[in-house]
């Protein structure tokens, strides 16, 4: 009886989340400012006209963009770099993509990580994920998923949110990797809004093999040795 108690604040905070997403994404939907956010000239021309408030507009979005899988990440970050340079765009979409992430995280944490640990057949899957060895190995997918753009940052965000995976280690874990894949893609801001379709998948495609070259190299210094 006291299980069923438990379940019931979560089931109600889960439908809640659901519904105040949906109830969002259509409210940017009909209003026109998902359009805006998939337009890169226009966004660029919007966050400009901000002012001030701009850096918090490019962070709110980078938040909005990762809770909520339809919003695409790429074009604000993009953004970003053109209208603020390497330096501090990096660091807007860096504190966006990260506050995102684990808000993603917590959600799946909250709302699916005991579910999950209910089913008996994955329950020993969780378990040995659970160690220590494990879990240095989880930081080591989610990190280097997050240099690769084409890999999904919030599916990321909410699986690992349904792992084992320690808060902290997912923290550190996503801000190691966000951080040279945000600064390649804020760099190139300019180039990435100008590039026409094929351009910009060979930037992309540049963007992932600069970002995994570290990884390569580890993998084959350590199978040389």
Not at 87 to 92: H, I, L
Not at 99 to 115: D, K, N, V
Request: charged residues 10%.
């Amino acid at each position: 009886m006291a299980s069923r108690l438990g379940i019931k604040p979560r089931l109600v905070w889960g439908v809640a989340v659901l519904v105040g997403l949906v109830a969002l994404y259509w409210v940017l939907m009909e209003t026109g400012v998902l359009s805006t956010l998939t337009n890169k000239q226009a966004l660029r021309e919007w966050v400009g006209q901000l002012g001030f408030w701009g850096p918090l507009a490019i962070i709110a979005m980078m938040i909005a963009a990762i809770v909520m899988s339809p919003i695409p990440s790429g074009p604000i970050a993009m953004v970003a770099g053109a209208s603020y340079g390497p330096v501090w765009g990096t660091a807007y979409v860096v504190l966006g993509a990260e506050a995102g992430a684990l808000l993603a995280f917590c959600i799946a944490r909250l709302l699916g990580y005991e579910a999950i640990h209910r089913w008996s057949r994955i329950r020993p899957m969780l378990n040995w994920l659970g160690r220590d060895r494990s879990q240095m190995g989880l930081m080591l997918v989610v990190f280097a998923s997050r240099l690769v753009p084409f890999i999904s940052f919030d599916a990321v965000s909410y699986a690992a949110g349904l792992t084992p995976l320690a808060f902290w280690r997912f923290l550190i874990a996503t801000l190691a990797g966000v951080i040279p894949t945000a600064y390649l893609v804020v760099m190139f801001g300019e180039a990435l809004i100008t590039a026409d379709s094929r351009g910009l998948m060979v930037v992309l495609i540049l963007i992932s093999g600069i970002t995994l070259l570290p990884i390569l190299a580890k993998l084959v210094w350590a199978r040389n040795t």
